[in-house]
């Protein structure tokens, strides 16, 4: 199986991982996106060549984003990792890249070797959330528009987004107004 990963620049490492994290997202059903065949194959899709295994990736990607979830989640609450969470994030980034030319000729990171499609995968997103820690990790943020626990990375130029979507900050909004009309009524 032949994964399709380059790097134009870490932004595509630094989506996939939060991407791959909010793959767990209780406001959705399933909760786990990674435990259900047919969403798993759609989330991976654009990323392997053959979609046979996409499933049986997706389940084995779980305890990966487990990890990186949690890392994340820290992150954003101003937390250091636990020292458990950065031997594993440190061990899973272990996988071997080099740096070459796609096919369009634009400067890309490929594995050295060859690897389980997993096993890249998880370096991949790997990759990406230590670019968000060294770039800028005030700009990680988790939804507050509860119980909605997205990931996501601020690019305003402000710098003061709240809510991952327009959707979740009327949510909240609308909870905030109902709750003020209650204590006033």
């Known amino acids: 199986m032949k994964i399709l990963l380059t790097l134009n620049s870490l932004e595509e490492a630094m989506s996939f991982a939060i991407d791959l994290a909010n793959t767990h997202d209780p406001m959705r059903d ?4 990674l435990a259900d065949a047919e969403i798993a194959t759609e989330f991976l899709r654009p ?7 996409a499933a049986r990736i997706g389940r084995d990607l779980r305890p990966h984003r487990d990890i990186l979830r949690k890392a994340f989640l820290d992150l954003a609450a101003g937390l250091e990792n636990d020292q458990s969470t950065r031997q594993r994030l440190e061990t899973a980034l272990e996988s071997d890249w080099k740096l070459g030319q796609d096919d369009e000729g634009k400067v890309a990171v490929f594995p050295r070797q060859k690897q389980s499609a997993v096993k890249r995968l998880v370096s991949w997103s790997t990759l990406g959330f230590f670019a968000l820690k060294q770039g800028a990790p005030e700009r990680l ?14 690019k ?12 979740c900050g009327t949510r909240f ?13």
């Open 30 to 33: 399933p909760v786990d996106s």
């Open 47 to 53: 990323l392997l060549e053959d979609e046979e295994d």
């Open 141 to 154: 943020r988790v939804c507050q528009s509860a119980p909605c626990e997205e990931i996501f990375h601020d």
């Open 156 to 167: 305003t130029k402000a710098g003061r987004q709240r809510f991952c979507s327009k959707r």
């Open 173 to 185: 909004n609308v909870a905030q107004y109902r709750s003020r009309e209650r204590d006033t009524g």
